[in-house]
Antibody
């Protein structure tokens, strides 16, 4: 059973960079043909796909986030990470990592990391 | 691709059936469509993928169907534990998008 766990700071100030890491267990991030995604949710409604990465390919990001996103993968640690630059209050959300994307549904999710941006 | 879900809220009794709808703004391949269930404080859980295939461990009370740009999730023999928000999602085109959700209340 694949398990994902998000980690990172829960509180940031405006203009800071949000950095989150997703640690995958129960399967290798570099096996199979899976993509690994970040998704956020501003309330109990409103899921927004942020971007995904495949260990052999360049990441692909949601254009709506206007180049503020950087997604990377560390196969030696079986982790992938999200950096979101210049955060504002509008980036306050629960951030999920998930397996899926790239023509595959999201079949395994992390428990979610709440992030608040406030001065 | 914009996904519009209806109704926004649905209130039904145990034992009844629910039909949740999701309309896509353009034609998408049915194999790239999913339904998720989300309960308070939990991550979404996939119910249906490929528009009509049940995910592992999902009871056969849940079924998915589609016609053109209209997709539906049917839940038969409703149980109190089915109270949740249900989201549709397309992964045919990028960016991958979700509907705004339907809140199902079982009273």
């Amino acid at each position: 059973q694949v398990q994902l766990v998000e980690s990172g700071p829960g509180l940031l100030k405006p203009s800071q960079t949000l950095s989150l890491t997703c640690t995958v267990s129960g399967g290798s991030i570099s096996s199979g043909d899976y993509y690994w995604s970040w998704i956020r949710q501003h309330s109990e409604k409103g899921l927004e796909w942020i971007g995904y990465i495949h260990y052999k390919e360049n990441p692909y990001n949601n254009p709506s986030l206007k180049g503020r996103i950087s997604i990377s993968v560390d196969t030696s640690r079986n982790q992938f990470s999200l950096n979101l630059l210049s955060v504002t209050a509008a980036d306050t959300a629960v951030y999920y990592c998930a397996r899926g994307g790239g023509h595959h549904h999201f079949d395994f999710w992390g428990q979610g990391a709440p992030v608040t941006v406030s001065s | 691709i914009v996904l519009m879900q209806s109704p926004a809220t649905l209130s039904l009794s145990p034992g009844e059936s629910a039909t949740l709808s999701c309309r896509a703004s353009q034609i998408i391949g049915s194999i790239y469509f999913a339904w998720y269930q989300q309960k308070p404080g939990q991550a979404p859980r996939v119910l249906i993928y490929g528009a009509s295939s049940r995910a592992t461990g999902i009871p056969d009370r849940f079924s998915g169907s589609w016609s053109g740009t209209n997709f539906a999730l049917t839940i038969n023999r409703l149980e109190p534990e089915d109270s949740a928000i249900y989201f549709c999602q397309q992964y045919a085109g990028s960016p991958e998008t979700f509907g705004q959700g339907t809140r199902l209340e079982i009273k």
